[in-house]
Protein backbone atom coordinates (compact mmCIF):
# COMPACT_ATOMS: atom_id res chain seq x y z
CA UNK A 1 0.00 0.00 0.00
CA UNK A 2 0.95 3.44 -0.40
CA UNK A 3 2.07 5.16 2.79
CA UNK A 4 3.57 9.01 3.53
CA UNK A 5 6.45 9.21 6.53
CA UNK A 6 8.53 11.87 7.71
CA UNK A 7 11.87 11.59 5.45
CA UNK A 8 13.91 11.38 8.35
CA UNK A 9 12.48 7.91 9.60
CA UNK A 10 13.40 6.73 5.67
CA UNK A 11 16.11 4.34 6.88
CA UNK A 12 13.14 2.71 8.78
CA UNK A 13 11.81 1.01 5.72
CA UNK A 14 14.05 -0.92 3.01
CA UNK A 15 11.40 0.01 0.23
CA UNK A 16 10.90 2.14 -2.76
CA UNK A 17 10.56 6.01 -1.83
CA UNK A 18 9.31 8.75 -3.84
CA UNK A 19 10.03 12.35 -2.34
CA UNK A 20 7.22 14.62 -1.96
CA UNK A 21 9.37 16.86 -0.15
CA UNK A 22 12.52 18.10 1.51
CA UNK A 23 10.14 16.20 5.01
CA UNK A 24 7.74 14.05 3.05
CA UNK A 25 8.60 10.64 1.36
CA UNK A 26 5.34 8.72 -0.38
CA UNK A 27 6.39 4.90 0.16
CA UNK A 28 5.19 1.14 -0.57
CA UNK A 29 4.49 -0.84 2.47
CA UNK A 30 2.53 -4.14 3.34
CA UNK A 31 -0.90 -3.32 4.52
CA UNK A 32 -1.51 -3.75 8.15
CA UNK A 33 -3.72 -7.14 9.38
CA UNK A 34 -5.35 -5.97 12.32
CA UNK A 35 -5.02 -7.33 16.08
CA UNK A 36 -7.70 -9.18 18.02
CA UNK A 37 -9.47 -6.14 19.34
CA UNK A 38 -8.12 -3.67 16.45
CA UNK A 39 -10.23 -3.42 12.87
CA UNK A 40 -8.72 -2.33 9.34
CA UNK A 41 -9.83 0.84 7.81
CA UNK A 42 -9.59 1.44 3.97
CA UNK A 43 -8.87 5.09 4.10
CA UNK A 44 -11.16 7.77 1.83
CA UNK A 45 -9.71 10.78 3.74
CA UNK A 46 -7.50 12.19 5.82
CA UNK A 47 -6.67 15.58 7.80
CA UNK A 48 -3.79 17.18 8.11
CA UNK A 49 -2.54 17.95 11.72
CA UNK A 50 -0.08 20.52 13.75
CA UNK A 51 1.29 17.53 15.20
CA UNK A 52 2.29 16.10 11.78
CA UNK A 53 3.90 19.23 10.56
CA UNK A 54 6.17 19.00 13.58
CA UNK A 55 6.56 15.10 13.40
CA UNK A 56 7.89 15.97 10.15
CA UNK A 57 10.33 18.24 11.34
CA UNK A 58 11.50 15.65 13.96
CA UNK A 59 10.26 18.22 16.72
CA UNK A 60 7.26 15.50 17.88
CA UNK A 61 8.42 11.78 18.15
CA UNK A 62 5.34 9.15 17.64
CA UNK A 63 4.68 6.86 20.58
CA UNK A 64 6.46 4.07 21.67
CA UNK A 65 5.13 1.37 19.83
CA UNK A 66 3.33 3.77 17.15
CA UNK A 67 3.41 3.78 13.22
CA UNK A 68 5.98 5.80 11.52
CA UNK A 69 3.31 6.53 9.35
CA UNK A 70 1.97 10.01 9.49
CA UNK A 71 -1.62 10.62 9.72
CA UNK A 72 -3.93 10.87 13.16
CA UNK A 73 -7.26 10.80 12.49
CA UNK A 74 -9.12 9.01 8.99
CA UNK A 75 -12.28 7.98 7.88
CA UNK A 76 -12.81 5.19 5.62
CA UNK A 77 -15.29 1.81 5.45
CA UNK A 78 -14.25 -0.94 7.77
CA UNK A 79 -12.10 -3.49 5.41
CA UNK A 80 -10.95 -6.57 8.20
CA UNK A 81 -12.44 -6.74 11.65
CA UNK A 82 -10.44 -8.15 14.88
CA UNK A 83 -11.86 -11.65 16.11
CA UNK A 84 -12.56 -9.80 19.69
CA UNK A 85 -14.11 -6.74 18.08
CA UNK A 86 -17.86 -7.30 18.42
CA UNK A 87 -17.55 -7.50 22.22
CA UNK A 88 -15.74 -4.40 22.92
CA UNK A 89 -18.63 -1.79 24.80
CA UNK A 90 -19.44 0.26 22.71
CA UNK A 91 -18.52 -1.62 19.15
CA UNK A 92 -21.58 -3.28 18.28
CA UNK A 93 -22.25 -0.99 15.05
CA UNK A 94 -18.88 -2.30 13.63
CA UNK A 95 -19.44 -4.59 10.54
CA UNK A 96 -17.38 -4.96 7.00
CA UNK A 97 -17.81 -2.64 5.20
CA UNK A 98 -19.11 -0.12 7.65
CA UNK A 99 -18.11 3.96 7.03
CA UNK A 100 -15.95 4.62 9.60
CA UNK A 101 -14.15 7.57 11.22
CA UNK A 102 -10.89 6.94 13.68
CA UNK A 103 -8.59 8.60 16.02
CA UNK A 104 -5.22 7.30 15.88
CA UNK A 105 -1.62 7.12 17.09
CA UNK A 106 -0.32 7.43 13.90
CA UNK A 107 -1.02 5.50 10.47
CA UNK A 108 -3.42 7.58 8.98
CA UNK A 109 -1.90 8.99 5.50
CA UNK A 110 -2.27 5.49 3.97
CA UNK A 111 -4.38 3.43 1.96
CA UNK A 112 -4.82 1.31 5.18
CA UNK A 113 -4.71 1.95 8.59
CA UNK A 114 -5.11 -0.54 11.61
CA UNK A 115 -6.36 0.85 14.94
CA UNK A 116 -8.55 0.20 18.33
CA UNK A 117 -12.08 -0.48 17.56
CA UNK A 118 -12.49 1.31 20.61
CA UNK A 119 -11.43 4.56 18.43
CA UNK A 120 -13.84 4.67 16.43
CA UNK A 121 -16.93 6.01 15.28
CA UNK A 122 -19.55 5.52 12.63
CA UNK A 123 -20.26 8.60 10.63
CA UNK A 124 -22.89 10.88 11.94
CA UNK A 125 -25.92 11.71 9.69
CA UNK A 126 -25.34 15.25 8.21
CA UNK A 127 -28.21 17.35 7.90
CA UNK A 128 -28.44 18.81 4.63
CA UNK A 129 -27.06 22.27 4.65
CA UNK A 130 -28.96 25.41 3.17
CA UNK A 131 -28.28 27.54 1.56
CA UNK A 132 -27.08 30.65 3.65
CA UNK A 133 -24.69 28.15 5.58
CA UNK A 134 -21.59 29.26 4.69
CA UNK A 135 -19.69 26.08 7.05
CA UNK A 136 -20.51 23.42 4.88
CA UNK A 137 -20.37 22.03 1.33
CA UNK A 138 -24.16 20.00 0.68
CA UNK A 139 -21.83 18.23 -2.48
CA UNK A 140 -19.12 16.79 -0.12
CA UNK A 141 -18.48 13.35 0.51
CA UNK A 142 -19.59 12.57 4.24
CA UNK A 143 -15.93 11.03 5.23
CA UNK A 144 -14.56 14.29 3.96
CA UNK A 145 -16.67 16.13 6.21
CA UNK A 146 -16.56 14.23 8.81
CA UNK A 147 -12.16 14.67 8.72
CA UNK A 148 -13.38 18.35 9.81
CA UNK A 149 -14.89 16.68 13.20
CA UNK A 150 -13.41 13.81 14.55
CA UNK A 151 -9.95 15.03 16.01
CA UNK A 152 -11.12 18.20 16.41
CA UNK A 153 -14.17 17.31 18.34
CA UNK A 154 -11.77 14.92 20.19
CA UNK A 155 -9.54 17.51 20.86
CA UNK A 156 -12.10 20.09 22.08
CA UNK A 157 -13.95 17.79 23.96
CA UNK A 158 -10.90 16.40 26.36
CA UNK A 159 -10.17 20.81 26.97
CA UNK A 160 -13.44 21.62 26.79
CA UNK A 161 -14.70 19.34 28.98
CA UNK A 162 -12.55 16.83 30.92
CA UNK A 163 -10.01 19.67 31.87
CA UNK A 164 -12.10 22.39 31.97
CA UNK A 165 -15.29 21.26 33.05
CA UNK A 166 -17.01 23.51 31.38
CA UNK A 167 -20.64 21.76 30.76
CA UNK A 168 -21.12 21.66 34.27
CA UNK A 169 -20.36 25.36 35.10
CA UNK A 170 -23.01 28.40 35.07
CA UNK A 171 -22.84 30.65 32.43
CA UNK A 172 -19.18 29.98 31.89
CA UNK A 173 -16.90 32.20 30.13
CA UNK A 174 -14.32 30.81 27.81
CA UNK A 175 -11.46 32.25 25.35
CA UNK A 176 -10.56 29.99 22.38
CA UNK A 177 -7.08 31.16 20.59
CA UNK A 178 -6.49 29.87 17.12
CA UNK A 179 -10.01 29.51 16.53
CA UNK A 180 -10.30 29.79 12.65
CA UNK A 181 -8.20 26.64 12.94
CA UNK A 182 -9.25 22.93 12.88
CA UNK A 183 -9.74 22.91 16.12
CA UNK A 184 -10.63 26.14 17.29
CA UNK A 185 -13.92 26.01 14.58
CA UNK A 186 -15.34 23.21 16.82
CA UNK A 187 -14.18 24.51 20.06
CA UNK A 188 -15.97 27.65 19.32
CA UNK A 189 -19.41 25.84 18.51
CA UNK A 190 -19.29 23.27 21.02
CA UNK A 191 -18.64 25.65 23.93
CA UNK A 192 -21.53 27.75 22.15
CA UNK A 193 -23.70 24.95 22.36
CA UNK A 194 -23.48 24.69 25.86
CA UNK A 195 -24.52 28.03 26.71
CA UNK A 196 -20.51 29.61 26.98
CA UNK A 197 -20.12 32.83 26.43
CA UNK A 198 -17.25 32.46 24.09
CA UNK A 199 -14.42 34.93 23.36
CA UNK A 200 -11.63 33.77 20.78
CA UNK A 201 -8.74 35.17 18.60
CA UNK A 202 -7.72 34.61 15.06
CA UNK A 203 -5.21 36.56 12.67
CA UNK A 204 -7.32 38.57 10.28
CA UNK A 205 -10.75 41.03 10.62
CA UNK A 206 -11.94 38.57 8.07
CA UNK A 207 -10.87 35.50 9.91
CA UNK A 208 -12.54 37.00 13.25
CA UNK A 209 -16.00 38.06 11.40
CA UNK A 210 -16.34 34.26 10.54
CA UNK A 211 -15.57 32.86 13.82
CA UNK A 212 -18.17 35.13 15.14
CA UNK A 213 -20.77 33.50 12.16
CA UNK A 214 -19.86 29.95 14.44
CA UNK A 215 -20.83 31.29 17.58
CA UNK A 216 -18.09 33.82 19.29
CA UNK A 217 -19.72 36.33 21.41
CA UNK A 218 -16.41 38.68 20.02
CA UNK A 219 -13.68 37.63 18.28
CA UNK A 220 -10.23 39.18 18.36
CA UNK A 221 -7.28 39.93 16.05
CA UNK A 222 -4.36 38.48 17.92
CA UNK A 223 -2.40 41.16 16.01
CA UNK A 224 -3.82 43.77 17.97
CA UNK A 225 -3.95 44.19 21.68
CA UNK A 226 -6.43 41.74 22.37
CA UNK A 227 -5.63 41.42 26.05
CA UNK A 228 -6.92 44.81 26.96
CA UNK A 229 -9.71 44.41 24.58
CA UNK A 230 -10.71 41.23 26.05
CA UNK A 231 -10.42 43.03 29.27
CA UNK A 232 -12.40 46.04 28.55
CA UNK A 233 -15.38 43.62 27.10
CA UNK A 234 -15.28 40.95 29.95
CA UNK A 235 -13.54 42.44 33.25
CA UNK A 236 -14.39 39.59 35.51
CA UNK A 237 -12.08 37.23 33.00
CA UNK A 238 -11.98 33.96 31.78
CA UNK A 239 -13.32 30.43 33.63
CA UNK A 240 -11.26 28.72 31.19
CA UNK A 241 -8.89 29.41 28.30
CA UNK A 242 -8.08 27.09 25.55
CA UNK A 243 -4.88 27.70 24.17
CA UNK A 244 -2.34 26.90 20.95
CA UNK A 245 0.14 29.74 21.49
CA UNK A 246 1.92 28.28 24.25
CA UNK A 247 5.53 30.23 26.05
CA UNK A 248 4.99 33.18 23.83
CA UNK A 249 0.93 33.87 25.04
CA UNK A 250 1.54 32.38 29.04
CA UNK A 251 1.79 35.80 30.85
CA UNK A 252 -1.21 37.52 29.00
CA UNK A 253 -3.45 34.54 29.21
CA UNK A 254 -2.58 33.94 33.19
CA UNK A 255 -4.11 37.97 33.34
CA UNK A 256 -6.93 36.98 31.58
CA UNK A 257 -8.12 34.12 33.77
CA UNK A 258 -10.69 34.81 36.27
CA UNK A 259 -11.09 33.41 39.47
CA UNK A 260 -10.41 30.36 40.38
CA UNK A 261 -10.37 29.80 36.13
CA UNK A 262 -8.36 27.34 33.73
CA UNK A 263 -5.57 27.70 31.43
CA UNK A 264 -5.38 24.81 29.64
CA UNK A 265 -2.39 24.27 26.81
CA UNK A 266 -2.67 22.02 24.03
CA UNK A 267 0.26 23.94 21.47
CA UNK A 268 3.10 25.98 21.32
CA UNK A 269 2.57 28.14 18.26
CA UNK A 270 4.84 30.64 19.93
CA UNK A 271 7.19 28.81 22.21
CA UNK A 272 7.95 25.87 24.53
CA UNK A 273 9.32 28.63 27.10
CA UNK A 274 7.46 31.97 29.16
CA UNK A 275 7.32 33.37 32.13
CA UNK A 276 4.64 32.63 34.68
CA UNK A 277 4.13 34.76 37.40
CA UNK A 278 3.04 32.49 40.02
CA UNK A 279 1.76 35.53 42.70
CA UNK A 280 -0.82 35.82 40.05
CA UNK A 281 -1.73 32.55 39.54
CA UNK A 282 -2.22 31.87 43.03
CA UNK A 283 -3.83 35.09 43.91
CA UNK A 284 -6.68 34.26 41.53
CA UNK A 285 -6.94 30.18 42.79
CA UNK A 286 -6.13 29.38 38.99
CA UNK A 287 -4.95 26.40 37.04
CA UNK A 288 -2.90 25.78 34.23
CA UNK A 289 -2.92 22.50 32.09
CA UNK A 290 -1.12 20.93 29.36
CA UNK A 291 -2.11 18.24 27.32
CA UNK A 292 -2.10 16.81 24.44
CA UNK A 293 -5.15 14.22 22.33
CA UNK A 294 -2.44 11.64 21.09
CA UNK A 295 -0.46 11.62 24.49
CA UNK A 296 -4.08 10.05 26.14
CA UNK A 297 -3.92 6.40 26.63
CA UNK A 298 -6.32 4.05 24.97
CA UNK A 299 -8.50 4.03 27.71
CA UNK A 300 -9.20 7.40 27.69
CA UNK A 301 -9.43 8.32 23.76
CA UNK A 302 -11.89 5.34 23.96
CA UNK A 303 -14.13 7.46 26.51
CA UNK A 304 -13.58 10.14 24.82
CA UNK A 305 -15.07 8.89 21.89
CA UNK A 306 -18.16 7.70 23.64
CA UNK A 307 -18.70 11.20 24.69
CA UNK A 308 -18.55 12.17 21.52
CA UNK A 309 -21.20 9.40 20.25
CA UNK A 310 -23.20 10.73 22.95
CA UNK A 311 -23.05 14.21 23.35
CA UNK A 312 -21.54 15.77 20.09
CA UNK A 313 -23.24 13.69 16.94
CA UNK A 314 -26.45 14.11 17.92
CA UNK A 315 -25.34 18.31 17.81
CA UNK A 316 -23.69 17.49 14.82
CA UNK A 317 -26.91 15.84 12.98
CA UNK A 318 -29.13 18.83 14.14
CA UNK A 319 -26.84 21.15 12.60
CA UNK A 320 -25.61 22.92 15.72
CA UNK A 321 -22.46 22.09 15.44
CA UNK A 322 -21.38 22.31 11.25
CA UNK A 323 -17.79 20.79 10.12
CA UNK A 324 -15.76 23.51 8.10
CA UNK A 325 -13.37 22.53 5.84
CA UNK A 326 -11.06 25.20 4.52
CA UNK A 327 -9.34 23.09 1.46
CA UNK A 328 -9.09 19.49 -0.16
CA UNK A 329 -6.10 18.25 -1.73
CA UNK A 330 -5.45 14.94 -2.85
CA UNK A 331 -3.41 12.62 -1.56
CA UNK A 332 -0.03 13.41 -3.90
CA UNK A 333 -0.18 16.61 -2.65
CA UNK A 334 0.11 15.75 0.85
CA UNK A 335 3.58 18.52 0.95
CA UNK A 336 1.20 21.46 -0.48
CA UNK A 337 -1.29 20.76 2.58
CA UNK A 338 1.25 20.59 5.34
CA UNK A 339 2.59 23.79 3.78
CA UNK A 340 -0.80 25.52 4.04
CA UNK A 341 -0.81 24.29 7.49
CA UNK A 342 2.26 25.51 8.34
CA UNK A 343 1.11 28.95 7.13
CA UNK A 344 2.74 29.02 3.58
CA UNK A 345 0.67 30.21 0.56
CA UNK A 346 -3.08 30.65 1.32
CA UNK A 347 -4.88 31.54 4.32
CA UNK A 348 -7.22 28.21 5.16
CA UNK A 349 -10.45 29.07 7.03
CA UNK A 350 -11.15 25.44 8.91
CA UNK A 351 -9.56 21.98 8.60
CA UNK A 352 -7.58 20.91 5.54
CA UNK A 353 -8.13 17.51 4.10
CA UNK A 354 -6.63 15.21 2.13
CA UNK A 355 -8.65 12.44 0.00
CA UNK A 356 -6.74 9.05 -1.30
Not at 28 to 43: C, D, M, S, Y
Request: glycine residues 10%; proline residues 8%.
Amino acid sequence: MRAIIATQDLPHHNTKATPLSDRLTLINTPTPEPGPTQVRIKIRATAVNPADVLQSKGAYPPPPGATHILGLECAGTIDKIGSQVTTLPGCEWITHGAPAAALLEGGAYADYAIVDARQTLPLPNLPTPTESDPSSDPTLDPMIQTMGLIESAAASWMILENVAKLKSEPKPTVLIHGASGGVGTIATQLAKSWGCRVYATAGTPQRCARVETLGAHKCFNYHDNWPALLKQTEPRGMCAIMDVLGGGGLTHNVNALARGGHLAILGLLTGTKGELNLGTLLSKNASITATTLRSQTPENKAEIMRHLRKAVWPLVETGEIKPVIGKILPFEEMATAHALLAGKGENVFGKIVVTL
